[in-house]
């Protein structure tokens, strides 16, 4: 069948990608190339033989989404599409909420209308805010600390409302929680733009003599060695997320939230502690301020993953740091 990845160009888009091919699945990616560049389409089908169909769209562009299901034979969406740094959330969220919900809801217009009714929906562990228990698992209560956390909830609750008004949706909503590392190929990996808003990538930048030191964002957290902990998770294992995702549109009708993550929660201070170990370099660090936002900790509990879709994941710390540094040690200047 034919899926339609809207946001594929991106990190864990062109992961997901490569992996669909493997399985011998069509693609069409819808992409506006704000945050990505052309080069990745290259990128991918060096790595798979296969190069997946590309439009540049903007998942708010209503004329452009009906084109695209009117001219190919769409079976499923896989929506990546949206900004993603927290930060930059706190301080533009009006151009979040466009973005991201209302590019959403344009986009869930256009299936209706195609009659195309399965989506794939990337979520994020920021909707449970600061959680009420560790680990985090589906029935923690939903409660956002920042604008972006919002916009995914919001949409959440749209795909939702639309899963009980008609009975013929089926969406995964995957909550992810830290995705970190790059194919093992070193061919694709994390290319942000300016200053880094994840910290793997800051990390790398640091290793390759791109910036001076890394900053840590506070290091008075009630966590124990006071920086923030969070559930990292290698992006090939998210992206394998998603191609066992496909398999629940036949047995899972309705709305189905899913955390991928790998349930161990790792410091800043004990990736950075990693890095070192895997690659042999010295990360020079400082301590910052914490970002408006952040919370302590955040770690899946990814049980449901595993029951429902036959997932977890399989990559541990070493391997995502390896990869990470493999990536960044071959693209210095990501893509360009």
Same mark, same amino acid.
């Given at each position: 069948?034919?899926?339609? =990845?809207?946001?594929?160009?991106?990190?864990?888009?062109?992961?997901?990608?490569?992996?669909?091919?493997?399985?011998? %699945?069509?693609?069409v990616?819808?992409?506006?190339?704000?945050?990505?560049?052309?080069?990745?389409?290259?990128?991918?089908?060096?790595?798979?033989?296969?190069r997946?169909?590309?439009?540049?769209?903007?998942?708010?562009?209503?004329?452009?989404?009906?084109?695209?299901?009117?001219?190919?034979?769409?079976? #499923?969406?896989?929506?990546?599409?949206?900004?993603?740094?927290?930060?930059?959330? =706190?301080?533009?969220?009006?151009?979040?909420?466009?973005?991201?919900?209302?590019?959403?809801?344009?986009?869930?217009?256009?299936?209706?209308?195609?009659?195309?009714?399965?989506?794939?929906?990337?979520?994020?562990a920021? =909707?449970?805010?600061?959680?009420?228990?560790?680990?985090i698992?589906?029935?923690?209560?939903?409660?956002?600390?920042?604008?972006?956390?919002?916009?995914?909830?919001?949409?959440? %609750?749209?795909?939702?409302?639309?899963?009980?008004?008609?009975?013929d949706?089926?969406? &995964?909503?995957?909550?992810?929680f830290?995705?970190?590392?790059?194919?093992?190929?070193?061919?694709?990996?994390?290319?942000p733009?300016?200053?880094?808003n994840?910290?793997?990538?800051?990390?790398?930048?640091?290793a390759?003599?791109?910036?001076?030191?890394?900053? &840590?964002?506070?290091?008075?957290y009630?966590?124990?060695?006071?920086?923030?902990?969070?559930?990292?998770?290698?992006?090939v294992d998210?992206?394998?997320?998603?191609?066992?995702?496909?398999?629940?549109?036949?047995?899972?009708?309705?709305?189905?939230?899913?955390?991928?993550?790998?349930?161990?929660?790792y410091? &800043?201070?004990?990736? &950075?502690?990693?890095?070192?170990?895997?690659?042999?370099?010295?990360?020079?660090?400082?301590?910052?301020?914490?970002?408006?936002?952040?919370?302590?900790?955040?770690?899946?509990?990814?049980?449901?993953?595993?029951t429902?879709?036959?997932w %977890? #994941?399989?990559?541990?710390?070493?391997?995502?740091m390896?990869?990470?540094?493999?990536? %960044?040690?071959?693209?210095?200047?990501?893509?360009?």
């Amino acid at each position: 069948m034919t899926i339609l =990845v809207t946001g594929g160009t991106g990190y864990i888009g062109s992961h997901t990608v490569v992996e669909l091919h493997k399985l011998g %699945q069509d693609v069409v990616i819808l992409d506006n190339l704000s945050n990505s560049k052309l080069i990745v389409l290259d990128r991918i089908e060096q790595i798979s033989g296969k190069r997946p169909l590309f439009i540049e769209a903007d998942i708010r562009d209503a004329a452009a989404l009906d084109s695209v299901f009117s001219e190919h034979d769409i079976k #499923a969406v896989i929506h990546f599409a949206g900004l993603k740094a927290v930060g930059e959330s =706190v301080a533009e969220p009006l151009r979040y909420y466009d973005n991201n919900v209302a590019g959403s809801l344009r986009l869930l217009e256009a299936m209706s209308k195609a009659k195309v009714k399965n989506v794939i929906f990337s979520s994020s562990a920021t =909707v449970y805010g600061s959680p009420e228990r560790l680990p985090i698992d589906e029935d923690c209560a939903l409660r956002t600390t920042n604008p972006y956390g919002a916009n995914k909830l919001q949409i959440e %609750q749209m795909m939702g409302d639309l899963c009980v008004s008609d009975a013929d949706w089926s969406v &995964v909503a995957l909550r992810y929680f830290n995705p970190v590392g790059a194919h093992e190929s070193g061919l694709i990996g994390e290319d942000p733009k300016g200053i880094p808003n994840n910290l793997m990538p800051f990390i790398t930048q640091v290793a390759s003599g791109l910036r001076a030191e890394l900053s &840590v964002f506070g290091d008075d957290y009630d966590t124990p060695d006071g920086s923030g902990v969070r559930d990292y998770i290698h992006v090939v294992d998210l992206a394998l997320g998603h191609v066992k995702a496909l398999g629940l549109f036949t047995k899972a009708i309705g709305f189905n939230p899913i955390n991928l993550g790998t349930g161990n929660g790792y410091s &800043v201070l004990e990736m &950075v502690k990693s890095f070192e170990r895997v690659n042999e370099i010295k990360i020079p660090f400082n301590i910052s301020p914490r970002r408006p936002g952040d919370i302590a900790s955040c770690y899946a509990q990814p049980n449901k993953a595993l029951t429902m879709m036959d997932w %977890q #994941a399989s990559k541990g710390l070493d391997q995502m740091m390896k990869d990470a540094w493999h990536w %960044q040690s071959n693209n210095p200047n990501g893509y360009e």
